[in-house]
């Protein structure tokens, strides 16, 4: 978890050396589904505790932690770049009442 509820994981490091590649989804107050995803050009990732302000600065109040550079999730032009052999999927369902 990187925010519960509205507040970041008192395990993460504000001087952590690890910055990845990084993806996760939120939950805002209202309910909006927020996911974010690192653009792999960026000239530098955030660490966790970075990671997890962004949620809190966009109005969530709960956010996980998807995955980083193990899946490398992409999007638009990069989907067809080459990358190692796992895969992410999210999929958005309706449920029934």
Request: proline share 4%.
């Amino acid at each position: 978890m990187l925010l519960r509820p509205g507040q970041i994981h008192p395990s993460f490091n504000a001087n952590s050396l690890s910055r990845l590649h990084r993806n996760g989804v939120g939950v805002t107050k209202d309910g909006d589904v927020v996911f974010v995803m690192c653009d792999f050009n960026s000239p530098k990732f955030p660490e966790l505790q970075e990671f997890a302000r962004l949620f809190s600065d966009l109005g969530c109040a709960d956010a996980l932690f998807l995955d980083g550079d193990i899946s490398q999730m992409k999007w638009g032009e990069d989907i067809t770049k080459q990358s190692n052999n796992f895969g992410s999927i999210i999929a958005v369902t309706e449920t029934k009442k």
